[in-house]
Every structure is written in structure tokens, then in C-alpha cells.
């Protein structure tokens, strides 16, 4: 099944979650020398346009980097500091950046990105967006199984790595898959940086998902959520979402105390908003 589409959903709140986490993950890479390798297991398009037809069908960036924006002055400085990137990546207050673009402007001359894309309509944009940026062989993007492409990479020359695993989770499956790709991936590379984004849900498999990932690495994990509004009473909708990274950054439970009270805050959509943060760092 190939129906999701990202554009109906770019720039909102999972979205600001998801960017902003990879965002500080990369700054903190990008403090030692040696180079790493940045894999996207599904890229979706790259760049989105927020005046297009998927984006306003259902609004969802109002919610989320729309937000952030209005009340700028009020965020704590990381986060002016992720506004402001994206304002000078793109230009343009309509567009907004997929996880490869936010990738691709953080990493150095000698850092490399591979990328999986297996929808073909994201594909063919995702492939058009990269090139524009002229990366040469420094970025490969493919039409392939990102959770299989994964694999294959591993491990990189350079031994180090963040790794972002973010699939639609139309099916069950995509549950399972997760948790089975990550062991098998810690097995082959066990020091790299794992990031995964999973929706929170009112389904059992999206509540059970975290402690299921907390078990492959009890000893090292960090798992945040975003919670914006109550769960609905019919029990359908994403009522907010969760990065769990493995082997995570040191410095990021100590950021997120300071700012996810705040970022919940002026993401809120009703009095039920909140976050959790949960972590063991060796």
C-alpha cells in the first residue's frame, strides 16, 4: 500500500517534534571532526509547499510551524534558532522543509546522505528537490524499501551515523518492522545514533511501541512525546507524536527539560496538552 501522502500533513505539530530533535541531534554531531553518515529510511519529497492543495485541504502547518512562528518571541532560543534556519534554507514563509532538506543543510563537505524514497510521486519530487542542491555523490536517493536499504548500508566506513526511521505506519506492520529493522541494525552497528518518529494513537501498536524499542537499548535511549490535545472519543486521530532515539545524543534530556514545557505550550490545542520525556543515558 503506497497512499500516504506527507504533503497533507507538512509543518505540523509531529513535524516540529521530529525536525527540531534531528535538528539539535546533527548540531551535536557536527561538534567533532570526524565525518558521519546521515540515512533517511523514508524521505517523502523533500520540500513542501504549504499553499498547495494537499497542505490546505486539511491545515494541518496552522497547528504546528505556523504556531511557532506567531509566537517567536516567546521560544526559548533553540527553537528561534530552528525558525530561523528554516526561514534561511527555503526563503519562502510558504514552503516547508522535509527531514533530507534539514539534513542536507546542516551536514558538512564530508558527511554523506543516503536516502529511500519508496512512493513514486514523492520520489520524483524528493529526486528534483536534491538535485536542485547540486550534491554530487555526497547524497544517493533511491526507490527502494527503506527499512531493507538500511541494512544494506550498515555498517558505514565512517562508523558513525544518525539514522532516521520514519514510516507512514498505514499498516500494522509498519510496527513490527520497526522494532525488527532496529535489532537487526543494532546487531550490525550497534553505536549508531537511531532515531525513530511513531505517531501516538488510541491503537495498542502505537502505545506499545516504545517499550518495545526501550528493550533493544535499556541502557541508552531517550524518548520524547508530544501530546497536543486529548485523545478523540471515537478513538480515531493523532492526538500527538513521539521520537524515541537510541543511543542519543548526551546533552538532549537536559535541553528538552528547559524546552518541551514550552513548546507544549504554544503547540497546545486544548488543556490536555503535555509531554513526556523519558531517558537512560550511559
Given at each position: 500500500?503506497?497512499s500516504?501522502?506527507?504533503?497533507?500533513?507538512?509543518g505540523?505539530?509531529?513535524?516540529?517534534?521530529?525536525h527540531?530533535?534531528?535538528f539539535?541531534?546533527?548540531?551535536?554531531?557536527n561538534?567533532?571532526?570526524?565525518p558521519?553518515?546521515y540515512?533517511?529510511t523514508?524521505?517523502?519529497?523533500?520540500?513542501?509547499?504549504?499553499?498547495?492543495d494537499e497542505?490546505?485541504?486539511?491545515?494541518e502547518?496552522q497547528?504546528?510551524i505556523?504556531?511557532?512562528?506567531?509566537n517567536?518571541?516567546?521560544?526559548p532560543?533553540?527553537?528561534q534558532?530552528?525558525?530561523?534556519?528554516?526561514?534561511?534554507?527555503?526563503?519562502?514563509n510558504?514552503?516547508?522543509?522535509?527531514?533530507?532538506y534539514?539534513?542536507?543543510?546542516l551536514l558538512?563537505?564530508?558527511?554523506?546522505?543516503?536516502?529511500?524514497?519508496?512512493?513514486?510521486?514523492?520520489?520524483?519530487?524528493?529526486?528534483?528537490n536534491?538535485?536542485?542542491?547540486?550534491?554530487g555523490?555526497k547524497?544517493?536517493?533511491?526507490?527502494?524499501?527503506?527499512?531493507?536499504g538500511?541494512?544494506?548500508?550498515?555498517?558505514?566506513?565512517?562508523?558513525?551515523?544518525?539514522?532516521?526511521?520514519?514510516?507512514?505506519?498505514?499498516q500494522?506492520?509498519?510496527?513490527?518492522r520497526?522494532?525488527d529493522?532496529?535489532?537487526?541494525?543494532?546487531?550490525?552497528?550497534?553505536?549508531?545514533?537511531?532515531?525513530?518518529?511513531?505517531?501516538?494513537?488510541s491503537?495498542t501498536?502505537?502505545?506499545?511501541?516504545?517499550?518495545?524499542?526501550?528493550?533493544?537499548?535499556?541502557n541508552?535511549?531517550?524518548d520524547?512525546?508530544?501530546?497536543?490535545h486529548a485523545?478523540?472519543a471515537?478513538?480515531?486521530?493523532?492526538?500527538g507524536?513521539?521520537?524515541?532515539?537510541?543511543?542519543p545524543p548526551?546533552?538532549?534530556?537536559?535541553m528538552?527539560?528547559?524546552?518541551?514545557?514550552?513548546?507544549s505550550k504554544?503547540?497546545?490545542?486544548d488543556?490536555?496538552?503535555?509531554?513526556?520525556?523519558?531517558?537512560?543515558?550511559?
Amino acid at each position: 500500500m503506497l497512499s500516504y501522502r506527507h504533503a497533507f500533513h507538512a509543518g505540523n505539530h509531529a513535524d516540529v517534534l521530529k525536525h527540531f530533535i534531528l535538528f539539535l541531534t546533527l548540531h551535536y554531531f557536527n561538534q567533532k571532526d570526524k565525518p558521519y553518515w546521515y540515512i533517511d529510511t523514508h524521505s517523502g519529497a523533500g520540500v513542501y509547499d504549504l499553499r498547495g492543495d494537499e497542505a490546505q485541504k486539511v491545515g494541518e502547518y496552522q497547528h504546528g510551524i505556523a504556531k511557532l512562528r506567531e509566537n517567536l518571541f516567546r521560544l526559548p532560543e533553540s527553537l528561534q534558532n530552528f525558525v530561523a534556519h528554516l526561514d534561511e534554507m527555503l526563503a519562502e514563509n510558504n514552503l516547508y522543509a522535509g527531514s533530507p532538506y534539514w539534513a542536507q543543510s546542516l551536514l558538512r563537505e564530508a558527511d554523506k546522505m543516503r536516502l529511500f524514497e519508496l512512493h513514486p510521486t514523492d520520489f520524483h519530487h524528493l529526486i528534483n528537490n536534491m538535485r536542485e542542491l547540486n550534491l554530487g555523490r555526497k547524497c544517493i536517493v533511491k526507490q527502494e524499501d527503506g527499512f531493507a536499504g538500511l541494512l544494506a548500508l550498515l555498517p558505514p566506513a565512517t562508523r558513525r551515523a544518525v539514522v532516521l526511521i520514519d514510516p507512514p505506519y498505514e499498516q500494522k506492520q509498519d510496527y513490527t518492522r520497526v522494532v525488527d529493522t532496529l535489532k537487526d541494525a543494532l546487531k550490525k552497528f550497534e553505536q549508531g545514533c537511531y532515531a525513530v518518529w511513531y505517531p501516538c494513537l488510541s491503537r495498542t501498536e502505537s502505545q506499545t511501541l516504545p517499550e518495545k524499542l526501550k528493550k533493544l537499548c535499556p541502557n541508552n535511549y531517550l524518548d520524547v512525546q508530544l501530546h497536543v490535545h486529548a485523545p478523540r472519543a471515537d478513538g480515531f486521530g493523532m492526538h500527538g507524536s513521539g521520537m524515541f532515539l537510541i543511543n542519543p545524543p548526551y546533552v538532549l534530556p537536559e535541553m528538552l527539560k528547559q524546552i518541551m514545557p514550552k513548546l507544549s505550550k504554544i503547540l497546545a490545542q486544548d488543556n490536555q496538552a503535555r509531554f513526556v520525556l523519558d531517558y537512560q543515558i550511559k
